[in-house]
T-cell receptor, first 114, second 114 residues
Framework: NAGVTQTPKFQVLKTGQSMTLQCAQD?????MSWYRQDPGMGLRLIHYSVGAGITDQGEVPNGYNVSRSTTEDFPLRLLSAAPSQTSVYFC?????????????FGQGTRLTVV | GQQLNQSPQSMFIQEGEDVSMNCTSS?????WLWYKQDPGEGPVLLIA?????ELTSNGRLTAQFGITRKDSFLNISASIPSDVGIYFC??????????????FGAGTILRVKS
């Protein structure tokens, strides 16, 4: 049972480059989210999705795009990387049952922008 | 910006000691969650609280949902070396968000006293 899988685990980008962080879940969860983790700031919500074809912005969406063409996948795109986007990125999924708010997290992608 | 104030920022534990940490907010939350993050991993849910005043235990861990819905605490009794890591509180404001949009505290880092 893989749960939430993120790729790559590590990435170094040059300023201005674009890339896509992949996230896939095999639990048939409706809800998926992207967070970034920075020292002393906890995790902050970037974008989220409540189902295939539906996405919305979180607390820190600028510089990132998402799409949700399938239930399983929720890629995060950096359009033009900036040093301020150096962070650890976590993808999470939740089954959407109101009795269960547990979010399952992937192992994270550590991104450095130079 | 950060809506949950988590304290302490860090603490040193000696095996066998009890540990306490808390989160406060100026806003009301309908769900409080406590996560633990080990190095190189994503956060893992420890305890979920859904009702004001609720007191829930999970082994040596006990957490409470404050009666005002603006705070929560986590206690760890008789700490052991594997308790080290980063502990996050997380809140969910809206009843319909089902773990999809979490607001995180900055984290409490637990280290072992040498």
């Amino acid at each position: 049972n893989a749960g939430v899988t993120q790729t790559p685990k590590f990435q170094v980008l040059k300023t201005g480059q674009s890339m896509t962080l992949q996230c896939a879940q095999d639990m048939n969860h409706e809800y998926m989210s992207w967070y970034r983790q920075d020292p002393g700031m906890g995790l902050r919500l970037i974008h989220y999705s409540v189902g295939a074809g539906i996405t919305d912005q979180g607390e820190v969406p600028n510089g990132y795009n998402v799409s949700r063409s399938t239930t399983e996948d929720f890629p995060l795109r950096l359009l033009s990387a900036a040093p301020s986007q150096t962070s650890v990125y976590f993808c999470a999924s939740t089954d959407g049952d109101r009795r269960n708010t547990e979010a399952f997290f992937g192992q994270g992608t550590r991104l450095t922008v130079v | 910006g950060q809506q949950l104030n988590q304290s302490p920022q860090s603490m040193f534990i000696q095996e066998g000691e009890d540990v306490s940490m808390n989160c406060t907010s100026s806003s009301i939350f309908n769900t409080w969650l406590w996560y633990k993050q080990d190095p190189g991993e994503g956060p893992v849910l420890l305890i979920a609280l859904y009702k004001a005043g609720e007191l829930t235990s999970n082994g040596r861990l006990t957490a409470q949902f404050g009666i005002t819905r603006k705070d929560s605490f986590l206690n760890i009794s008789a700490s052991i070396p594997s308790d080290v890591g980063i502990y996050f509180c997380a809140g969910q404001k809206e009843m319909l968000e089902y773990g999809n949009k979490l607001v995180f505290g900055a984290g409490t880092i637990l280290r072992v006293k040498s």
